[in-house]
Nanobody, 114 residues
């Protein structure tokens, strides 16, 4: 079993930055892909960014150039640096982990005011 603990959400104004963290723990941490999804009210959950164990990344078009995903494999932790935040980035952000199974964090709220 793998547990995911997110942190770093909050309320910011448009144009400001936030950094999310997600730490994975458990007895079965292995080679994996991790990333971030988000879900805004009334919308489907969507991919934000993913990063492989080797550091390959993929981003949603809506965040390219503004968000950066990174990871520290020694700490089993990934980060999402979010710059130039927009009101449309407001959502609950979920950490995602996949090896032979998929695991989700509980989510952290990001609110961007205009």
């Amino acid at each position: 079993q793998v547990q995911l603990a997110e942190s770093g959400g909050g309320l910011v104004q448009a144009g400001e930055s936030l950094r999310l963290s997600c730490a994975a723990s458990g007895s079965k941490i292995s080679l994996n892909i991790m990333g971030w999804y988000r879900q805004a009210p009334g919308k489907q959950r969507e991919l934000v960014a993913v990063i492989s164990f080797g550091g390959e990344t993929n981003y949603a078009d809506s965040v390219k150039g503004r968000f950066t995903v990174s990871r520290d494999n020694a700490k089993n932790t990934i980060y999402l640096q979010m710059n130039s935040l927009k009101p449309e980035d407001t959502a609950v952000y979920y950490c995602w982990y996949r090896d032979s199974k998929v695991y989700w964090g509980l989510g952290t709220q990001v609110t961007v005011s205009s």
